[in-house]
């Protein structure tokens, strides 16, 4: 089944504590992208790639971290988390092709609350 | 700033009705999508009309672009309990298509 998968999809952290949030997607999509969710402001990109190796800041990028090693696999780095970081995180894919976007494949989320 | 806003916030209707939202934006744009929510869930692709088009159906959704208003509307014809979600509009910006945008939604309800 085609999908884009999220771990861990709960995680309640202190202040400080580093923590990573998987995201991998079996579609041999090049283009995968991490956004946040808060009431009201909708989803607000933090950081997109468009393929192995290549990364870049989305509106909001301040205390976060991505890497792009492999095609499958995109994952989100809080270096030292702050409530403020509290939010719905979705992960996303899509194909890539030319110079606009396509339909992206969302993961189920990541609820993550930082006390 | 957010590129998309959709009008109205929220939205109540009873089944057999149609639902219209709107999204405008503010810069120029490759295409823009629609996608819905259901309740904290991951989103879902509904539609994707491209700037060079005017009009896209699919089912029982109508979306129409008119990017020199700069704006998108997504009508739902018949709408059914099902339909009860948040839908958002998302634009990639001409310059920088990596770079999606999502408006806040607009909340829709459908009673039976």
């Known amino acids: 089944e085609a999908q884009v998968t999220q771990n861990p999809r709960y995680l309640i952290t202190v202040t400080g504590k580093k923590l990573t949030v998987t995201c991998s997607q079996n579609m041999n999509h090049e283009y995968m992208s991490w956004y946040r969710q808060d009431p009201g402001l909708g989803l607000r990109q933090i950081y997109y790639s468009m393929n192995v190796e290549v990364t870049d800041k989305g509106d909001v990028p301040e205390g976060y971290k991505v890497s792009r090693k492999e095609k499958r696999n995109f994952p989100l780095i809080l270096e030292s988390p702050s409530p403020n970081q509290t939010s719905l995180y979705f992960c996303a894919s899509s194909f890539r092709s030319g110079t606009s976007s396509y339909e992206q494949y969302f993961g189920p989320g990541t609820r993550l609350t930082v006390t | 700033s957010q590129q998309g806003e959709e009008d109205p916030q929220a939205l109540s209707i009873q089944e057999g009705e149609n639902a219209t939202m709107n999204c405008s934006y503010k810069?120029?744009?490759?295409?823009l999508q629609w996608y819905r929510q259901n309740s904290g869930r991951g989103l879902v692709h509904l539609i994707l009309i491209r700037s060079n088009e005017r009009e896209k159906h699919s089912g029982r959704l109508r979306v129409t672009l008119d990017t020199s208003k700069k704006s998108s509307s997504l009508l739902i014809t018949a709408s059914r309990a099902a339909d009860t979600a948040s839908y958002f509009c998302?634009?990639?910006?001409?310059?920088?298509?990596?770079?999606?945008?999502f408006g806040a939604g607009t909340q829709v309800v459908v009673t039976p």
């Open positions: 810069t120029s744009i490759n295409n």
């Open positions: 998302a634009t990639d910006r001409g310059d920088s298509w990596g770079k999606l945008q």
